[in-house]
């Protein structure tokens, strides 16, 4: 699953992005308001979480946008300012959740795993597919055509990763950030060493072909014969 970040204080916003890359999510970091709103109006999110001190935009003019523009995805604040109009205003506003700062990263994990799960009231994508390709985000499950494919955690959020980009030549540098929460060392393998992983599970016998190197740029999944 998808989760924007929007935190402008350095430390707190490179914990979170880390810690939820751990946990297995995608994740995109926006450290004022201006990118988190262009963010959020643009991409696809199972789960915004939001400051509200922001430099620019505040968190509150932020969700105010969103929900007058119909998008209704979840929405926790994450805030030093902890009064209970403060509350009041933030879940009046449409927020699903409200924690202050500072914080436990088990409660923070803990919460965020409990607004994806509200199915009945939060309508978000579950499963990605491409050709025969299955990708099952609530069980976790991958599968081409009827066979199950074991994948580890990472490669499963490799996979996810292309799969939500779909058509797009990713470079390494940002499948280094947003899977291993790492800048891109020239000298490291790691990223061609998982991608030759996964496209060895998810392409060896099947047709067609779904992983693609496009040469001195990166990486694209999409159902083409050109590699």
């Given at each position: 699953?998808?989760?924007?970040?929007?935190?402008?204080?350095?430390?707190?916003?490179?914990?979170?992005?880390?810690?939820?890359?751990?946990?297995?999510?995608?994740?995109?970091?926006?450290?004022?308001g201006l990118d988190g709103h262009h963010?959020?109006?643009?991409?696809?999110?199972?789960?915004?979480?939001?400051?509200?001190?922001?430099?620019?935009?505040?968190?509150?003019?932020?969700?105010?946008?969103?929900?007058?523009?119909?998008?209704?995805?979840?929405?926790?604040?994450?805030?030093?300012?902890?009064?209970?109009?403060?509350?009041?205003?933030?879940?009046?506003?449409?927020?699903?959740?409200?924690?202050?700062?500072?914080?436990?990263?088990?409660?923070?994990?803990?919460?965020?795993?409990?607004?994806?799960?509200?199915?009945?009231?939060?309508?978000?994508?579950?499963?990605?597919?491409?050709?025969?390709?299955?990708?099952?985000?609530?069980?976790?499950?991958?599968?081409?055509?009827?066979?199950?494919?074991?994948?580890?955690?990472?490669?499963?959020?490799?996979?996810?990763?292309?799969?939500?980009?779909?058509?797009?030549?990713?470079?390494?540098?940002?499948?280094?950030?947003?899977?291993?929460?790492?800048?891109?060392?020239?000298?490291?393998?790691?990223?061609?060493?998982?991608?030759?992983?996964?496209?060895?599970?998810?392409?060896?016998?099947?047709?067609?072909?779904?992983?693609?190197?496009?040469?001195?740029?990166?990486?694209?999944?999409?159902?083409?014969?050109?590699?």
């Amino acid at each position: 699953m998808k989760i924007l970040i929007v935190e402008d204080e350095t430390k707190i916003g490179d914990y979170l992005k880390q810690g939820l890359s751990e946990a297995g999510f995608v994740t995109d970091l926006a450290r004022n308001g201006l990118d988190g709103h262009h963010f959020a109006m643009t991409e696809p999110y199972d789960l915004i979480i939001l400051d509200v001190m922001l430099p620019d935009v505040d968190g509150w003019r932020i969700l105010q946008s969103l929900r007058e523009a119909g998008k209704m995805v979840p929405v926790l604040f994450l805030t030093a300012r902890d009064s209970v109009e403060d509350r009041v205003k933030g879940l009046e506003l449409g927020a699903d959740d409200y924690l202050v700062k500072p914080f436990a990263f088990a409660e923070l994990l803990a919460r965020v795993r409990t607004l994806l799960r509200r199915g009945a009231t939060v309508v978000t994508e579950t499963t990605l597919r491409i050709a025969d390709l299955e990708l099952d985000l609530m069980r976790r499950r991958v599968t081409r055509g009827s066979q199950r494919i074991t994948l580890t955690a990472k490669e499963f959020s490799l996979l996810e990763l292309l799969m939500r980009r779909q058509g797009e030549v990713l470079p390494r540098s940002l499948i280094a950030s947003q899977v291993w929460d790492m800048n891109f060392d020239s000298d490291t393998n790691v990223i061609d060493v998982a991608i030759r992983r996964v496209r060895a599970k998810i392409d060896d016998g099947f047709e067609p072909r779904l992983i693609h190197t496009v040469r001195g740029m990166g990486y694209m999944l999409d159902v083409s014969d050109d590699d």
